[in-house]
């Protein structure tokens, strides 16, 4: 019994005389009425700690009453700083004080700030050290490496924060370790392992941070852990990874062994659907952001992100068919900050969107 509860058992008590008291003592009811009462309050106590409390349910709730505003947008078609010939994936540095972008037809990396002020740039054409041929994703470790998918030149390279060329592994093929097309490339927190999403060859491959195989798994199909031209990879703060297919148009989630934990998403134009499905990122909380260009001959035509928790379950999302602010063409990838900031890169209309929560 804590001390506020016996404070109020004394205070009740304290109004019977003691002839009154010594009744209820003999009867048993004095026990039972203690027994009672706290009992209740712990009751009591327990309701109104889950209603303070940060729960799920409450998240989910604050959740369902966002959107998102346009804030900001750079980057324009060309071949100058700070213009792209396609732009592709981005991702912040972990100070969040740099954002690494793909510019895929042009084959270099651009490195911007928040506000989109260039900075530094790398990489031409080629099969070189440091060189792409259509580089499609980016992926900075918690130490500030970067790792990009070189999915022309079927291998994964690793620079340094400043482009400084460090490693290579990978090369065509479809025994372990090799690629057909790989798209994105995912690190662990821990800088131990990465996984890469091979394309063509419908699997996820498993390294060390060496280039060293460790396991792959998938396979060309429809069934749960199966794949049909998986595009991203992405992993949450529990290190689960988070898989989408464009033929398919779902998304699976597998813990670190590659064993299904959950799928969610059908091709279609409802929410939770999708047309032909492009790329994710996961906020601080583990909710899940697609680009749903709802494109083809299953699509609406009005492109959007869409917005899940990390069971899959929709929240919220925007974005119509356009080239004004907050609309999109063909939305890409996406990059989101710390401060719960979208960043969407849009491929056609070869910038870079920002946008920020509102609470309805």
Same mark, same amino acid.
């Given at each position: 019994?804590? !001390?506020?509860?016996?404070?109020?058992?004394?205070?009740?008590?304290?109004?019977?005389?003691?002839?009154?008291?010594?009744?209820?003592?003999?009867?048993?009811?004095?026990?039972?009425?203690?027994?009672t009462l706290v009992t209740s309050l712990l009751a009591l106590t327990i309701v109104i700690s889950s209603i303070d409390s940060d729960s799920p349910q409450k998240a989910a709730a604050v959740n369902e009453q966002q959107t998102y505003s346009f804030v900001k947008k750079w980057g324009s078609h060309g071949t100058g700083d700070g213009q792209f010939q396609r732009i592709h994936d981005l991702d912040f540095d972990p100070s969040e004080k740099y954002l690494y972008v793909v510019d895929r037809d042009g084959n270099r990396i651009q490195i911007f700030d928040k506000n989109g002020t260039f900075i530094? !740039?790398?990489?031409? !054409?080629?099969?070189?050290?440091?060189?792409?041929?259509?580089?499609?994703?980016?992926?900075?470790?918690?130490?500030?490496?970067?790792?990009?998918?070189?999915?022309?030149?079927?291998?994964?390279?690793?620079?340094? !924060?400043?482009?400084?060329?460090?490693?290579?592994?990978?090369?065509?093929?479809s025994k372990e370790g090799k690629f057909d097309n790989p798209r994105q490339v995912a690190v662990d927190k821990d800088v131990k392992f990465l996984y890469v999403v091979d394309s063509k060859n419908n699997r996820v491959q498993k390294f060390d941070t060496n280039g060293t195989f460790v396991k792959s798994w998938g396979a060309l199909g429809k069934g749960d852990g199966q794949f049909d031209l998986p595009v991203s990879i992405i992993m949450d703060s529990k290190g689960d990874l988070i898989v989408n297919e464009r033929e398919n148009n779902r998304v699976q989630k597998f813990d670190k062994d590659g064993n299904l934990l959950l799928k969610f998403g059908s091709t279609g134009t409802d929410d939770g659907q999708f047309s032909e499905i492009e790329h994710m990122a996961t906020d601080k909380f583990d909710n899940i952001f697609v680009n749903d260009p709802q494109s083809g001959k299953t699509g609406s035509g009005e492109p959007r992100v869409q917005k899940f928790d990390s069971n899959g379950n929709f929240i919220t999302k925007w974005g119509s068919y356009g080239k004004g602010d907050g609309q999109f063409v063909d939305p890409e990838h996406l990059a989101i900050d710390s401060e719960g900031n979208v960043y969407v890169s849009d491929r056609s209309s070869n910038n870079i969107q920002v946008f920020k929560p509102v609470d309805l």
């Open positions: 019994m804590n !001390k506020y509860t016996y404070t109020l058992v004394s205070h009740c008590l304290s109004n019977l005389d003691s002839n009154e008291r010594y009744v209820l003592q003999r009867k048993g009811f004095l026990m039972f009425a203690i027994t530094n !740039k790398w990489g031409s !054409k080629g099969t070189g050290d440091g060189e792409f041929t259509i580089p499609y994703s980016v992926d900075v470790d918690s130490q500030g490496n970067v790792w990009v998918a070189d999915r022309g030149n079927h291998r994964v390279q690793k620079f340094d !924060k400043d482009g400084n060329f460090l490693f290579k592994f990978g090369s065509f093929g």
